[in-house]
């Protein structure tokens, strides 16, 4: 951790996020949350920081992914994202029909994580595979979104499938892929957060008990195994409570920071309560554990 620290923190902040995006993000394939560290300490926005944690969140979902370009999990449909709701069919050779909206990064990514219905029920439910596609490809075109008010310089795109070939990769679509990437998201895109932070408050010299505080918690979440066990869980509502200590401390020291990382910080900070709906309700569900585990 350290050692990637010395070498990032004496190389200048991205100047602009075109710069950032064509950087070669993904040196450490071995590990993801490596890969946020580095790219993290030298992002000079909050958009910058989401857009690495989301890449190296695919990376360590399915590392056999080209580390060397962007990728998109595309799970959303008009109808939502619920299982439920997922109407993109996908066909025992791969070939993939359906809509995807709201695509992260939709334009630049050359990889597609797809969730498609199989056509095939298990327990009353659908059971939905994960495909890999490429694009550009036949069978795939993109439009792109407008730019959102929140990280505005993070792309979306909708995306449309008519017979578009891919790999149907092993595994439950929803658990193994859909489910998982949001625990996924969650590690990376803190480590993302706490590392900007961290390189600011050391290159504009603020209260060393901020640096203190992200060294801590940055180490905290390079232990994490990545595997979305219940420990894990507990450990993560607990960093995200250190988190929004730092943050306040951060806000604090803001007249020592440039005009226009504190206009866009203070726009798209809304970004870390977006999932405290599905994140409190994996702490709750880990903390029932825990106390049944405690009482056996």
Known sequence: ??????????QPLFSHFDEFATAALWQDKTNSLHGVLAVSLR???????????????LQAL??????????????????GNHPKHIQSQVTPAGLVSGHKSFVTMAELSRQLIVIANSGETQGGRPVLKAVLLQQPAEGISLQVMDALKLL???????????NAQGTILPGDGHNDYSKRFRYLEDVHILMAFVTLM????????LSPLISEKCLLLMSSLLGQELAGHSW???????????FAEIVAQFEGSFDSLPEPFKRDWLRDQKI?????????????KARSWLQEYALG
């Open 152 to 162: 505005p310089d993070v792309g979306h795109g909708k995306i449309t499938l008519e």
């Open 1 to 10: 951790m350290y050692r990637i620290i010395d070498a990032q923190l004496k």
């Open 232 to 242: 894990q869980h507990l450990q993560l509502t607990a960093a995200f409570a250190a």
């Open 62 to 79: 399915l590392p056999e992914l080209d580390a060397q370009q962007w990728a998109a999990m595309c799970v959303t449909e008009p109808q």
């Open 272 to 284: 870390f309560s977006v999932a405290n709906k599905a994140r409190l309700a994996r702490s709750d």
């Open 198 to 205: 961290f390189s600011l408050s050391v290159r504009y010299k």
């Open 43 to 57: 992002a000079n926005s909050i958009g910058q920081a989401f857009a690495v944690a989301y890449r190296c969140a």
